[in-house]
């Protein structure tokens, strides 16, 4: 079935598979002033460009032209805003690809669909940005919490895909796994220099191999 023309496309609800609780609410950001919601915005690109692991709270404050107080009002320390911030911009990328999917699209276009906006989270990714983010304590349970939610998701429209005969029966949980883990696998700093491409379309170019094999079978 195709969405009418002016209509919003059907969104697709996937029961039982819940995102990663924010570390930062929407209703605690919203207690934020404009100020601090505008350091959010700019501390995402900082840290994710990398260099900010030999920096104090003063010198991150320094350089982004405001008080420390104002910094100490949105996480108390220089390791939780960090992972904030991290947070924050996987759980934005995370609503929009869900946001972006067509439930009236097969579940293996839709998928394919949903790993090319995910893995947008690895789009800017720096070796010094992953080497920096792997000391912050939490860190891995941040990312695993994320990939883990990717991995439900690609596994439930993996799932869709064999009911509805559109591939044959397969082990979705260890396909989903490997979908789910291919950017992070290609930002690793070990890996980043020897592939020929960014994280991002390593990812989206692998992903399409194992989509495109589970369709000729």
């Known amino acids: 079935m195709i969405a009418s023309a002016g209509r919003e496309p059907a969104r697709l609800r996937f029961p039982g598979v819940r995102p990663p609780k924010p570390l930062l609410p929407p209703e605690a950001e919203k207690r934020l002033t404009e100020r601090q919601r505008q350091l959010l915005d700019v501390l995402e690109d900082l840290v994710v460009r990398g260099g900010l692991a030999e920096l104090t709270m ?10 420390l107080r104002t910094l100490y009002g949105i996480s108390p320390s220089k390791d939780e805003l960090v992972l904030a911030v991290v947070d924050r911009r996987l759980n934005r990328i995370g609503r929009a690809a869900i946001a972006s999917l067509d439930a009236t699209l097969p579940p293996l276009e839709t998928l394919r ?35 883990g939610y990717v991995i439900a998701v690609a596994r439930n429209l993996l799932e869709r895909a064999v009911a509805e005969g ?52």
């Open 113 to 147: 669909r949903y790993l090319g906006a995910v893995n947008e989270a690895v789009r800017p990714t720096t070796a010094e940005f992953v080497r920096d983010f792997a000391g912050v304590p939490g860190a891995r349970r941040l990312f695993d919490a994320h990939e």
């Open 166 to 217: 559109q591939i044959e029966k397969v082990d979705t949980a260890a396909v989903a796994h490997v979908l789910g883990s291919l950017g992070r696998e290609f930002s690793r700093p070990e890996v980043m220099p020897v592939i020929s491409g960014s994280p991002k379309e390593t990812a989206d170019a692998l992903a399409e191999i194992l989509l495109r094999g589970l369709e000729s079978n």
């Open 58 to 67: 003063a010198e991150i404050a320094a350089g982004v032209n405001c008080s």
